[in-house]
């Protein structure tokens, strides 16, 4: 079974195995965590997973609480930078729900976080590909070029006939077809890589006004009251390093500081963390400055999981009046991917 969970501009989709009662909601809103689970009650539904098909910049996002309240698993792609998530899936994963699978697509572009997920003839494309439109690739980390290469590559090879359903709607449609889309979606047929990239570059659209309240706790999942998040203008400002930069760096006469501002069970994980580094959590950063005060002029890398948590975390504390803090691009999961120096 199939529902459009809510009928707005933010579309979320609730599936449920008909013979298992397995369920599996896509892109829910927090707002709306009473109504799902009253929707789970009336079918008799089990929440297994809870899935975003990728960071959410225009509303908080619902998958933790739902998580919290049904012991559903999370789901996002592995360079999600959320904490929260459970469950990291890649291109090729699949995700049963009962008797049903959801084949994930990797479709970055509106954010490097982006999938598309293929449950037999329907396709759920989040806000990569949209009905007559395509995400916008303004957002930190949206690249037009890779949208256009998860658009033409991945999506539009599906079969005509895929029902297909996005994450947003703004002129009231329901669902199209990938037939459909291929032969006229005004963003992309017709236009070659290089036009659209320029399309996409040229749109200006106004960032949605409460951006960086909705996106920053989406991406740490701590609430907005706890922390005073940095404007979009100092996280930009933030001097980002790569690992061979890093590298470099640590094995230098005066070597940085490591702050490690992942939660704990993170520190521990699969990703390991890089030897001598201190576990501060973003959550706690704020109060427990005072352990870092000797390193106020000297060199500070911060590090989380994809290096999005730890931006954040490099301009609070520049904020705090640290001089020479940079943050480390692609944190663990690209430190772990060029096989650099990890402790577990
Ligand atoms: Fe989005």
Same mark, same amino acid.
């Given at each position: 079974?199939?529902?459009?969970?809510?009928?707005?501009?933010?579309?979320?989709?609730?599936?449920?195995?008909?013979?298992?009662?397995?369920?599996?909601?896509?892109?829910?809103?927090?707002?709306?965590?009473?109504?799902?689970?009253?929707?789970?009650?009336?079918?008799?539904?089990?929440?297994?997973?809870?899935?975003?098909?990728?960071?959410?910049?225009?509303?908080?996002?619902?998958?933790?609480?739902?998580?919290?309240?049904?012991?559903?698993? $999370?789901? +996002?792609?592995?360079?999600?930078?959320?904490?929260?998530?459970?469950?990291?899936?890649?291109?090729?994963?699949?995700?049963? $729900?009962?008797?049903?699978?959801?084949? $994930?697509?990797?479709?970055?572009?509106?954010?490097?976080?982006?999938?598309?997920?293929?449950?037999?003839?329907?396709?759920?494309?989040?806000? $990569?590909?949209?009905?007559?439109?395509?995400?916008?690739?303004?957002?930190?980390?949206?690249?037009?070029?890779?949208?256009?290469?998860?658009?033409?590559?991945?999506?539009?090879?599906?079969?005509?006939?895929?029902?297909?359903?996005?994450?947003?709607?703004?002129?009231?449609?329901?669902?199209?077809?990938?037939?459909?889309?291929?032969?006229?979606?005004?963003?992309?047929?017709?236009?070659?890589?290089?036009?659209?990239?320029?399309?996409?570059?040229?749109?200006?659209?106004?960032?949605?006004?409460?951006?960086?309240?909705?996106?920053?706790?989406?991406?740490?999942?701590?609430?907005?009251?706890?922390?005073?998040?940095?404007?979009?203008?100092?996280?930009?400002?933030?001097?980002?390093?790569?690992?061979?930069?890093?590298?470099?760096?640590?094995?230098?006469?005066?070597?940085?500081?490591?702050?490690?501002?992942?939660?704990?069970?993170?520190?521990?994980?699969?990703?390991?963390?890089?030897?001598?580094?201190?576990?501060?959590?973003?959550?706690?950063?704020?109060?427990?400055?005072?352990?870092?005060?000797?390193?106020?002029?000297?060199?500070?890398?911060?590090?989380?999981?994809?290096?999005?948590?730890?931006?954040?975390?490099?301009?609070?504390?520049?904020?705090?009046?640290?001089?020479?803090?940079?943050?480390?691009?692609?944190? +663990?999961?690209?430190?772990?991917?060029?096989?650099?120096?990890?402790?577990?």
């Amino acid at each position: 079974m199939f529902l459009e969970a809510n009928h707005a501009k933010c579309k979320s989709y609730l599936l449920i195995c008909d013979e298992t009662h397995q369920a599996a909601f896509i892109d829910p809103l927090r707002d709306h965590v009473d109504r799902y689970l009253a929707l789970l009650a009336y079918y008799g539904a089990k929440l297994a997973l809870a899935i975003d098909t990728h960071t959410h910049a225009d509303h908080r996002t619902g998958v933790a609480e739902l998580a919290d309240l049904t012991g559903a698993a $999370v789901v +996002m792609h592995q360079r999600s930078p959320s904490p929260r998530v459970t469950r990291h899936v890649e291109e090729g994963d699949r995700l049963r $729900v009962g008797n049903l699978e959801l084949r $994930v697509l990797y479709t970055p572009g509106h954010t490097p976080d982006s999938i598309s997920l293929l449950a037999a003839d329907r396709v759920f494309t989040g806000d $990569v590909l949209l009905i007559h439109g395509t995400g916008r690739c303004d957002f930190p980390g949206g690249d037009p070029g890779q949208s256009f290469d998860s658009i033409t590559h991945k999506l539009l090879t599906l079969p005509d006939a895929t029902l297909m359903f996005p994450a947003h709607d703004y002129r009231g449609h329901t669902q199209s077809t990938i037939g459909d889309e291929r032969r006229s979606n005004p963003r992309i047929a017709g236009r070659t890589r290089e036009q659209y990239v320029d399309l996409m570059n040229h749109l200006g659209l106004p960032l949605p006004d409460s951006i960086q309240e909705v996106l920053q706790p989406n991406q740490s999942e701590i609430e907005a009251a706890s922390l005073q998040f940095p404007p979009l203008a100092q996280l930009n400002a933030v001097r980002q390093i790569d690992g061979a930069e890093l590298s470099a760096a640590l094995a230098g006469p005066e070597p940085p500081l490591l702050v490690d501002v992942r939660e704990p069970e993170e520190f521990r994980g699969e990703l390991g963390h890089i030897p001598g580094a201190v576990c501060i959590p973003l959550r706690e950063l704020s109060e427990r400055v005072h352990e870092i005060e000797s390193y106020k002029n000297r060199d500070i890398v911060a590090v989380c999981r994809v290096g999005v948590r730890s931006t954040t975390a490099a301009a609070i504390l520049t904020g705090l009046g640290f001089e020479r803090v940079c943050n480390l691009k692609g944190g +663990m999961l690209d430190w772990n991917t060029e096989h650099r120096a990890v402790e577990r």
